[in-house]
């Protein structure tokens, strides 16, 4: 992998931050080898990832946001924004950003880039979600209102779908779907499970999906989790304020290197598969991605030495807002894990461990987490004693989150409580894709 980057300065004004990311994915082809031009290479790329640097920096400013640095691995290269993320695999394009940027506004020029750039005229799948803004009267464009956006969608796109999913009048997530061509209208069946608040309102809905780069071993397969929590613990929030240091050679990289060690981001996935890109930005702030071979830690560890799992290139971004009021802390990966506990430390971790992890570091009064599983070549499809994958999923969450035997359980050093009681949960069926959606509290 190659790692290229540029130090720019990140203006933050005193202002409320909006954290909550808009997050766009358009999959131009169902997999890398279905790309017009698969068997053709530049510099060992093609597809959208033949597209030169300098055409994602002119459609990012349309966006209003800019590239800080960027990890080119085998399969994706990963784009460290100003706001966020941007991630280029040959067949599929996602784009995260969060702030005031103008995520939608960028799409035209996307479409444009990849007909032009990549000899990719038509759109297989179109996703855009994002989490409800703590600040929506503060958003720009199309983004002011869901309906809006909606509406600026519909006119590029005409099988599109907008759904909701979890509590209007509280945390709520709003999804736009568009189906593959000839497919089936989007009927999705849910499973609603209000715990603990009888308002809660689950309407249709799947969350985005940020799919796996997918290889001849496992095509179409589609895997995603996210962590999304709201007010993180004061001693989390501290750690990522960086104030300006005065005659000092530290970068914002270096800085973000440093916090990233301190805190066990670095630890949670394997360090010798893992190629983190981070960076600190002042007078706060943190954003991260990193690219992962998940195939490897699998298969070196398999006691009969055979390959158990499926080799790929997957990646993980988590971006914090720790500003008092409105502290934010966002992860995402899409690298398949297991429902049952991984059998060796060094092992790709299990669904529940990775939850641990990351909510160990953040220490949120609320959370809310999302699994997104595709059916098509998916061989976890059915867990143990016909327990579907997206099920497991819940209770891989909930023993995590909630189990006396979980290492969040106890108090800890600032003083939080870290026992949650899961609030929502709710399972979709979309046919050829699955969803987990559960909510979470701080237990007072």
């Not at 519909?154 to 000839?182: C, S």
């Not at 992890?357 to 998916?378: C, E, H, K, M």
């Amino acid at each position: 992998m190659a790692l290229l980057f540029k130090s720019i300065h990140f203006y933050s004004s005193s202002a409320p931050f909006e954290g909550p990311e808009k997050l766009l994915e358009i999959w131009f082809a169902p997999s890398p080898a279905d790309v017009p031009d698969a068997s053709s290479t530049i510099n060992g790329k093609h597809g959208l990832r033949k597209v030169q640097r300098s055409v994602w920096e002119d459609m990012l400013a349309i966006v209003k946001c800019q590239i800080l640095s960027v990890v080119e691995g085998d399969e994706t290269d990963a784009y460290l924004l100003s706001e966020s993320s941007l991630f280029v695999s040959p067949h599929r394009l996602i784009l995260k950003t969060c702030g005031t940027t103008l995520n939608l506004l960028g799409l035209p020029r996307i479409l444009e880039i990849a007909r032009e750039k990549a000899s990719l005229p038509t759109v297989y799948r179109c996703f855009y979600s994002r989490k409800s803004f703590f600040f929506p009267e503060r958003q720009k464009g199309p983004h002011r209102e869901w309906k809006d956006e909606v509406e600026y969608l519909d006119q590029i796109f005409h099988n599109g779908a907008a759904y909701t999913v979890g509590k209007m009048n509280g945390d709520h997530w709003l999804l736009y779907i568009t189906r593959p061509p000839e497919s089936t209208p989007n009927t999705p069946t849910s499973v609603i499970h209000p715990l603990h608040s009888p308002q809660t309102n689950g309407l249709k809905s799947r969350d985005i999906t940020t799919g796996t780069t997918v290889t001849s071993k496992v095509p179409g397969t589609d895997y995603t989790i996210e962590i999304l929590m709201t007010r993180l613990s004061p001693v989390a929030s501290q750690a990522f304020h960086f104030p300006e240091e005065i005659d000092s050679d530290r970068t914002p990289f270096d800085r973000a290197r440093e916090i990233s060690s301190a805190l066990g981001i670095t630890e949670l996935f394997p360090p010798h598969l893992t190629t983190l890109d981070s960076y600190a930005f002042s007078p706060c702030g943190y954003s991260s991605n990193a690219l992962l071979k998940w195939g490897e830690s699998i298969t070196s560890h398999n006691a009969e030495g055979s390959d158990v799992g499926h080799d790929g290139e997957g990646y993980y971004t988590i971006h914090v807002t720790p500003e008092e009021g409105w502290s934010y802390a966002s992860f995402e990966c899409n690298v398949p894990l297991s429902a049952t506990p991984a059998s060796h430390a060094h092992d790709i971790p299990d669904l529940g461990t990775l939850v641990r992890r990351v909510v160990g570091i953040f220490r949120p009064v609320r959370l809310t987490l999302t699994l997104f599983i595709s059916s098509a070549g998916n061989n976890e499809a059915e867990e143990e004693v016909g327990e579907s994958a997206i099920e497991a999923a819940q209770c891989a969450f909930k023993v995590a989150l909630t189990s006396k035997n979980s290492t969040l359980n106890g108090k800890a050093r600032d003083g939080h409580n870290n026992t949650y009681t899961r609030t929502d949960k709710i399972n979709y069926d979309f046919g050829d894709y699955g969803l987990a959606f559960a909510s979470f509290e701080l237990t007072a």
